[in-house]
């Protein structure tokens, strides 16, 4: 039976990293995989996380039992807490419904499943460009895929051209938005701007899913919260995809939410029951030792506290490589070919650069980035910038 399976290609981000760890260059960079790195290209376990985990283990009222399809109730309510605070009357209201996810890959797969089931013929709505498994998860379902342009001639934010875009989406379909970070380009949408989307949303009364997998890591928690503050005042129903990977640095734990907004209580206890049916489906339950841990964070002021100060340097991480990238430009005389950059928030940019030149790169100098031209801006540091630029420069693409 299995010999029957046709080939397809193997995932590139993780190949990459498998590449770049056999990879012998002691010069080797890696710009690919989306995790955060300090100034020695480490990924550590963030302290907060360290003595949250500790209290864990010593808590009594924490066990090993199962905790239903919808996952830790201390962690829903608790992610629930922190995107809703300015709009608290909504959760008395009961029309927030948290749902504990395998990372926000699993939010975004369950938004999917449970708009395929109400209607497999909805349109899904993507930036071009966007992460990749966006595409790959909606597609896997069945869901018919379209794009809304996103990028400019420098890869910057065409906001024009998106706007007369999403303007034409047939009424109803699902459109798939960047909370902040966008992934890959580094350009977010601005608050003026957000207004506008939001215009044409509930006009077309378009279904919006907002992927929130870089929290607090653009600009701060309360600003790169502004859309979710924003949607929630104007529209009764919209999805959020939360992720705890990056801003936790809960990776390999697997953590997120699928947080619902609905209209009334009734609406979200019954989506609540065909969320927690699909969930029993796939995985039964989710694993719940990092929601325990983001629980205690979360509820302890002094961890938040911790925890707060631990996002903001991770931030100012990413502005200081962005930074150095500006100023070994210069030094370098091609400060054209990376100007934009500057202006981009969060892990992400994209460089203009062919796929045949980015596995040069790979092979003969030990730069690893995805085929699409997208770094991890967070992998650059003061120790490897000057030789990551004198070695891409002469094959980056510029047009004006």
Known sequence: MLETLGKI????????????????????????????????????????????????????????KYKGSNGFNGFCEAISELLFSRKHELIKER?????????????IRLSAEIIYQINPDKGVWISNPTWDNHRDIFQHLGMKIYSYPYSGVLGELDFQSMLESISKIPEGDVIVLHGCGHNPTGFDIKKKQWAKILEIIRYRKLVPIIDMAYHGLTKSLQDDNYCIDLFSSQIDEFFIAYSCSKNFGLYNDRIGALIVVAKNRKTCFKTMLH?????????????????????????????????????????????????????????????????????????FSMISIQPKHIDTLRDKFGIYMLRSGRINISGLNEKNIKYFISSTKPFINKQY
């Open 95 to 107: 029309r927030i419904l948290s749902f504990q996810t395998i990372g926000g890959t699993g939010a």
């Open 9 to 64: 290609s193997p995932d590139p981000i993780l190949t990459l990293s498998d590449h770049f760890n056999q990879d012998a260059n002691p010069r080797k960079i890696d710009l690919g995989i989306g995790l955060y790195q300090d100034e020695s290209n480490k990924t550590p376990i963030m302290e907060c996380v360290k003595i949250a985990e500790q209290r864990v283990i010593k808590n009594l009222s924490y066990d090993k």
């Open 275 to 347: 969320l927690s049916r699909l969930t029993r489906l796939s995985i039964s339950s989710p694993a719940i030792h990092g929601a325990y841990i983001i629980n205690e964070i979360l509820s302890s002021e002094e961890l938040k506290e911790i925890w707060q100060r631990e996002l903001k340097d991770m931030k100012d991480r990413t502005i200081s490589a962005r930074r150095i990238l500006l100023e070994e430009s210069k030094r370098q005389n091609c400060a054209n070919l990376f100007f934009e950059i500057g202006y981009g928030v969060g892990l």
